[in-house]
């Protein structure tokens, strides 16, 4: 039987691109957002032809409440009859320094993206997976920094504790519809996020990850995948995800 449509944000790079590659692998048909269109119709054409599932690339800011609202109407109705995984992986961590010292504009990029645009993406999708004749899951990308506050990650670390209360919230919310709700919270995992978090400065970047051994955005695809293949009556509510190497947002068992 064909599988059903996982509805993934961020999908352009990053663990949001491995998950797309994990679970159409696994047969899944995927609806995959993001800002940078090309990204999206690449990779869609890749899958499809690796995978032989459905992939609908699908271009919009999680921000702009109106684009996520014409977006999910613009899918077919096959589609919106099919998705029964929502995973919003889209976001992103702006700066990194002292509160004061802080920049509004990066302040407003992490809270419209982590938080306004989960919950602009959950209110579209969630009435499709409520109405969908089967199971029925959303996981959520958190972070540690949504469990710690480290220095510099104040408003990063707010955004992503907002995302785990919002994954209680979810899943108290959504039980009388039986819809699983889970969050995957990982530590340093070496993708686009700390390119984006250091304004293009690959070198700062790449001194993030030196010395040991990162996640990889694959880690955290299978972690995603696993939630999803849980018998019926199982939900991991919540799982952190570290390399060895950490042991938590400040402490790093560097070479
Ligand atoms: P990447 O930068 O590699 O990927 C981020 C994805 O989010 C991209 O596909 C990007 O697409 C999308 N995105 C960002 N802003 C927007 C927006 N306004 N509208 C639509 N899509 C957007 O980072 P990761 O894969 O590492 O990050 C994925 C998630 O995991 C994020 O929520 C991040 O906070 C979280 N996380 C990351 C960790 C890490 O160490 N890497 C650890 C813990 C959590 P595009 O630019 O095309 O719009
Ligand atoms: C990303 C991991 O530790 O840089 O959420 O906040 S961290």
Redesign the pocket.
């Known amino acids: 039987m064909k599988k059903p449509f996982v509805y993934i ?10 998950c797309a590659e994990l679970f159409a692998k696994e047969g899944y048909s995927l609806v995959i ?4 269109n090309e ?2 119709e690449e990779l869609a054409e890749t899958i499809k032809s690796e995978h032989n599932v459905e992939v609908i690339p699908s271009c ?5 409440e109106a684009a996520v609202k014409a977006a999910v109407a613009n899918l077919s109705d096959d589609v919106k009859s099919n998705i029964s995984i929502l995973i ?6 702006v700066g990194k320094g002292p509160i004061d010292e802080g920049i509004s504009d990066d302040w407003n ?1 992490m809270i ?3 938080v306004k ?1 989960l919950l602009y993406v959950s209110r579209a999708i969630i009435p499709f997976i409520k109405a969908f004749d089967g199971p029925r899951q959303i996981i959520n ?5 949504g469990k710690e506050v480290y220095p510099g990650g104040n408003v ?1 670390c707010a ?2 504790h907002a ?1 785990d209360a919002l994954t209680k919230g979810m899943r108290i919310d959504l039980l009388p519809h039986t819809i699983k709700v889970s969050q ?13 978090r250091f304004k293009g400065d690959q070198e700062v970047a790449d001194a993030v990850y030196d010395g040991y051994e ?2 990889l ?1 694959k880690d ?1 695809a299978e972690t995603a995948l696993f939630l999803a293949t849980r018998p019926a009556h199982v939900n991991i509510d919540d799982v952190i995800i570290k390399p060895t190497a950490q042991a938590n947002s400040t402490i790093v068992k560097k070479n």
């Open positions: 944000t961020g999908a352009s790079a990053g663990f949001g691109k491995a957002t993001g800002r940078r990204r999206l919009f800011d999680v921000r702009d919003n992986n889209a976001g992103l961590a990029r419209d993206t982590n645009g990308i958190g972070s540690i920094a990063y955004s992503k995302v995957i919270a990982p530590g340093l995992a070496e993708t686009e996020f700390s390119v984006v990162p996640l955005a955290i």
